[in-house]
């Protein structure tokens, strides 16, 4: 019955940048937003932790391993240590010597050329240390174009206390419990499920959007997800291929 459903009745989910445009560009880097930002996307996603001496920084795992030419982990190193890191040319050689950016970097690329932003905070941060990164947010007008998300459900809530006037979101990789309640009782406005674990619960959905929770879907990067998603109505879609997900919006 839904293959006849004509592709009209559909509306396109939002396209969300993963880790900028990770599927063009080394992922969460200065180029991977300015990429994302050129790409069609609604939002540019990216990762944040921070240094032994308390500097947020843009990286998605928890050590330097993977993504730059240095070893260590990220909270056990100073950013002195990181900031020359190479964070371009594990992805390919012309990005060699693209660095790994501080979140102040980062936010600025936003204040100077745009875009909103999804911002992911890795691990657990205190209320300080949110409330340090929301200075940063405000300090460069940007509290309208950013959404913050996690996770770690302490720190989902200190966003909440400390940068109430930021919409926030809480991933989950399993929809373990009841979805509604546990978005209603941490105040968030967006539910960001991996998109598989979703489509074992589709009901879930409609249930959220009905208590007035967005949901946002990760991490989709071929068609038929996108289809059965979009099916489904989320309301964007994390893809490491913003442009082709933007063009396949097209027919909606
Ligand atoms: O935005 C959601 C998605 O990025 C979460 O997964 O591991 O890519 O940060 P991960
Ligand atoms: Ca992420």
Redesign the pocket.
């Known amino acids: 019955a839904e293959a006849a459903e004509p592709a009209a009745a559909l509306a396109p989910a939002q396209v969300?940048a993963?880790?900028g445009y990770s599927g063009l560009a080394p992922e969460n880097t200065l180029v991977a937003i300015e990429a994302a930002r050129h790409s069609g996307a609604d939002y540019i996603?990216i990762?944040i932790d921070f240094t032994a001496d308390g500097v947020p920084v843009v990286i998605?795992d928890d050590t330097v391993d993977r993504t730059t030419d240095g070893t260590g982990a990220i909270r056990e190193m100073d950013y002195s240590e990181v900031r020359g890191l190479d964070a371009g040319s594990w992805f390919a050689p012309a990005y060699a010597d693209e660095p790994m950016p501080s979140l102040e970097q980062a936010l600025d690329s936003f204040a100077d050329q745009g875009g909103r932003l999804?911002l992911?905070y890795?691990g657990g941060w205190s209320a300080n240390a949110v409330a340090e990164t929301a200075d940063m947010i405000r300090d460069r007008g940007l509290a309208d174009s950013v959404m913050v998300?996690s996770?770690d459900v302490e720190t989902v809530r200190n966003l909440r206390a400390e940068a109430p006037e930021l919409p926030a979101?809480l991933?989950r990789?399993r929809l373990d419990g009841d979805p509604v309640a546990i978005a209603e009782e941490l105040g968030v406005d967006a539910y960001?499920p991996?998109a598989e674990r979703l489509l074992e619960r589709p009901e879930v959905v409609d249930e959220l959007q009905a208590a007035g929770i967005e949901v946002?879907a990760?991490?989709v990067n071929e068609a038929a997800g996108w289809q059965r998603l979009t099916e489904l109505g989320v309301d964007a879609i994390?893809t490491d291929h913003p442009a082709q997900l933007a063009g396949w919006n097209r027919q909606f």
């Open positions: 969300v993963h880790r996603e990762d998605h999804l992911e890795k998300q996770f979101g991933l990789s960001n991996n946002m990760y991490t994390i």
